[in-house]
């Protein structure tokens, strides 16, 4: 089943001598249960298509297609759709430091059902999956670094999104907590075949994706 389609994405930013183009037609078909990491230098581009794709900002043209709808950032309940359609897992994890590791889990079940109860509860199976729920009082700095990713897989992973984005998720994290959180991602594939999209500097972990692909230039490129 194919989740997202992209047609010839571009988006470039004002500077003080023009416009710097970043990205200059990206073409790219994401189907049910795909892995892709993209690669590329830093600077090239790569967060500025993530934020696109997952409708955080807008292109200058092109098209972004989710589920055979086509979608862009301004429609009217884009919130709604971000929440209960696509995850997020960012590098610096971006948990509310006021609210428990369940709290910063269930916040977007709740928000999306205003069912504390039913919230919490998947918030736990989450918990359980990813071996913290005996984390699930204590709050984000009482936390080591692997365990605020598994919060953050976690709170992604609650909605049940079609697609889940990850930008440099393991960047903060040393190598035993890197290949772990890797591990969770394919783990998350193989029993619910969840959809990734990992934008990473690392090779190790771009060649355990089903597609790797490199920015270069502005263009989407399959990658060797």
């Known amino acids: ?88 897992v960012f590098q610096f994890h971006y948990l509310l430091n006021d609210f428990t590791a369940e709290e910063n889990i269930a916040l977007p079940m709740f928000l999306k059902t205003s069912n504390l109860k039913l919230s919490k509860k998947k918030a736990g199976e989450l918990m359980n999956l990813l071996d913290i729920l005996p984390r699930k009082d204590h709050y984000p700095n009482q936390l080591s670094g692997g365990e605020q990713q598994r919060v953050a897989v976690a709170r992604a992973m609650i909605n049940d999104p079609e697609i889940i984005f990850a930008d440099e998720p393991t960047g903060n994290l040393d190598e035993f907590h890197s290949d772990e959180l890797i591990n969770i991602f394919q783990r998350l594939n193989l029993e619910k075949n969840q959809t990734f999209m990992i934008i990473t500097h690392n090779n190790k972990i771009a060649d355990q994706m089903k597609i790797k692909l ?11």
């Open 1 to 88: 089943m194919k989740i997202l389609e992209v047609k010839n994405l571009k988006k470039s930013f004002k500077e003080s001598t023009g416009r710097l183009e970043v990205l200059k037609g990206i073409n790219l078909i994401i189907s049910k249960g795909d892995t892709i990491a993209i690669t590329g230098e830093s600077g090239s581009g790569k967060s500025t298509l993530l934020h696109l794709l997952g409708l955080l900002d807008k292109p200058d043209s092109g098209e972004i297609s989710y589920l055979e709808k086509i979608i862009n950032s301004k429609q009217k309940y884009i919130h709604k759709f971000r929440n209960e359609k696509i995850g997020f």
């Open 214 to 224: 490199k920015l270069e230039n502005g263009i989407l490129l399959l990658a060797e």
